[in-house]
């Protein structure tokens, strides 16, 4: 049907515009290319708020030389088919109902053109714009579908389908209406705009940029921090990789929150919107910030005692404005001593750049009666002592990718080692070695829109033993992570999907196996196993190759400005093994079990699970608590 081009000269429907002006005063940047059914074309002139629709004049005579709206020449009739009653009433044309409808005449043109199925599509996108403009929501929706049944490669009725849909509270439906116009046509920055503004109110600004960005938006005048932080001001300008002046760029947005987590600063922080002129916006950055001992007194109460009556963890933040950050851990266990410390900083105040040195003793005492086979009696026993150090680069080239190498030097002693068989004795060999580590992080897929993400992590090393009979050694390890927000704002749902392997490749000692289950220095989580058994580390499986998968979702149950409160099921399965036979699972583990995160002043984790062990049947319960990591 030839009729695409001629709804395009249809002027822009001024009726649902009106009466949504409040809704949209968050977002004056909008206002000049308002959506006809949404918002007002304040201070326009018919002709020119319609540049969007109209491809040439817009005058009469223009129209009538379209197809669809050329006068037809009327054939002679005689004087008894003039004077019959049963001859139809003449349409009214376009003109006509151009004019009808800038009078403000809505009935006049309600009662001209009448539902029908056989009017012209033009007739519905008048009836449904004059029903609009009398509030009467879910008739003129009824008429903007029967365009679109008539003519359903016309965007135009899609577009308006959608301002009804975002004034009957529908945003769902709207954006969903504005994807299907632009799947149309691609280019229509009329619709792109909208369907921005669309996100841009429910906070989701990365799909609002992302959209907005299509048509060169939005235009950024100022910048502002509030409240300001105590950053030096070179190391926060440079945090930032989008100008003050131009325009915000999505990546750019991207690379300025990797950095911001780079300088280990912001557990909180976000970027708000602000219109300051017609299509142009000031940039609010709104953030805690991380400043010698914590972001407040109580941040660092909780954060110094978090894993009381076992270890306090000392930090301070940004010494001297620097971004130079201290963090150490002192745990008191008879059966797990361990101090570490490690200090960051930022190199040649680059944010992009930071090195980290840390340092790490440990003195633990280990059960391996339920986890070692290579003893003629069970190792119940064993103590180990190890010192680590270890210097750190990391590198945040994007919002994208971000890399890191690392040196580790470690020194471990094994005692009351008895009853070892021979080939098993390499695991508790005294001795040193150096390692050298590299990881890289990349967001493989990022669908704002849908708020799901699934990034990759690759990491790797070699070294060498320095004891005798050990030698050479290597580690390959891989992940891959799912999160979605099902929900179109807030947390509420989230689904989280995580895939680990990792093989160790040639001789290892005791501290280099991998260990599924749940222990304070362990992030391998199978949460219906105990990493320990009486205060004694061991009691987890324990080998060289390992597959693991953790799922989980959180429903929110509470939430305020010190603390939020999300509780959901999980299921952990996981396969250990290890060359040697020594170590590892003898069969595939599955845990399913529940779990409880609370954040505390937005900047301290703390979980609590049980989780139970489907082949053993016994259950797990731990606690931890943590820093917040900026993605949480």
């Not at 088919?81 to 151009?98: F, T, Y």
């Not at 440990?362 to 009666?369: F, G």
């Not at 680069?393 to 030097?409: D, E, K």
């Not at 990491?459 to 390890?477: I, S, T």
Request: charged share 25%; net charge positive; proline share 6%.
């Amino acid at each position: 049907m030839k009729g695409l081009q001629p709804l395009k000269h249809v002027p822009g429907g001024f009726a649902i515009a009106s009466s949504l002006w409040p809704l949209f005063s968050k977002v004056q940047g909008i206002h000049a290319e308002a959506c006809a059914t949404c918002l007002p074309l304040e201070g326009r002139s018919a002709p020119s708020a319609l540049a969007r629709f109209t491809q040439g004049p817009t005058s009469v005579s223009a129209l009538s030389a379209l197809k669809l709206f050329r006068p037809r020449k009327p054939r002679r009739q005689t004087n008894a088919a003039k004077k019959s009653p049963q001859s139809p009433p003449a349409r009214p044309s376009l003109s006509r109902l151009r004019q009808l409808f800038s009078e403000g005449r809505y009935q006049e043109i309600l009662a001209e053109v009448p539902a029908s199925k056989d009017a012209p599509p033009y007739f519905d996108l008048y009836r449904g714009l004059s029903l609009a403009k009398l509030n009467r929501w879910e008739a003129a929706e009824a008429a903007f579908e029967a365009g679109h049944a008539k003519q359903p490669g016309n965007e135009r009725f899609l577009v308006e389908l959608a301002g009804v849909d975002f004034r009957l509270h529908r945003a769902s439906r709207a954006k969903a209406d504005l994807r299907a116009a632009l799947a149309l046509r691609p280019g229509d920055s009329y619709a792109r705009n909208f369907l921005a503004a669309l996100y841009f109110l429910e906070g989701n600004l990365e799909a609002a940029l992302e959209n907005w960005n299509r048509i060169g938006q939005p235009r950024i005048t100022a910048l502002h921090l509030l409240p300001q932080p105590r950053l030096r001001n070179s190391l926060l300008e440079r945090a930032f990789a989008f100008p003050p002046l131009g325009t915000l760029r999505l990546a750019d947005l991207r690379a300025t929150e990797a950095r911001l987590a780079n300088l280990g600063l912001f557990p909180r922080c976000r970027f708000d919107l602000v219109p300051s002129a017609p299509g142009a916006y000031a940039v609010d950055f709104l953030s805690t910030e991380r400043a010698g001992w914590g972001a407040g007194k109580l941040d660092a109460l909780a954060s110094l005692f978090r894993d009381i009556p076992v270890a306090v963890t000392p930090e301070y933040y940004n010494l001297a404005g620097a971004a130079v950050n201290f963090r150490s851990y002192f745990r008191w266990d008879d059966n797990k001593r361990r101090v570490w410390a490690r200090v960051s900083l930022p190199l040649g105040q680059d944010p992009r750049w930071r090195f980290t040195l840390y340092a790490d003793a440990r003195n633990e005492n280990w059960n391996l009666s339920r986890t070692f086979l290579g003893a003629s009696q069970p190792l119940a026993g064993l103590n180990m002592q190890r010192i680590e150090l270890s210097p750190e680069l990391r590198w945040v080239p994007s919002g994208r990718w971000t890399s890191q190498a690392r040196v580790v030097y470690a020194y471990r002693r094994f005692r009351d080692v008895q009853d070892v068989l021979p080939q098993a004795a390499g695991f508790f060999t005294d001795g040193g070695s150096l390692e050298y580590r590299l990881r890289t992080d990349v967001a493989l897929l990022r669908v704002p829109d849908r708020r799901l993400t699934l990034g990759a992590s690759a990491r790797g090393g070699f070294g060498k033993e320095f004891a005798r009979g050990l030698g050479a050694f290597g580690r390959l390890e891989g992940s891959a992570r799912l999160r979605w927000f099902p929900r179109a704002t807030g947390d509420d749902y989230e689904t989280s999907l995580r895939l680990r392997a990792g093989r160790f490749f040639g001789s290892a000692t005791l501290d280099q196996l991998y260990q599924l289950g749940v222990e304070r220095d362990n992030d391998l989580w199978m949460r219906g196993i105990s990493g320990t058994h009486d205060g004694r580390k061991g009691h987890a499986p324990l080998g060289r190759e390992f597959l693991l998968w953790n799922w989980e979702t959180y429903k929110t149950i509470f939430s305020s400005w010190y603390v939020n409160v999300q509780l959901g099921p999980f299921t952990d399965i996981g396969r250990l093994r290890d060359p040697s036979g020594d170590f590892g699972s003898r069969y595939w583990l599955w845990d399913p079990g529940l779990e409880c995160k609370f954040r505390l002043f937005g900047d301290v984790v703390v979980r609590v699970s049980y989780g139970r062990d489907l082949h053993s049947g016994s259950g797990a319960f731990y606690e931890t608590a943590s820093r917040a990591a900026p993605s949480e």
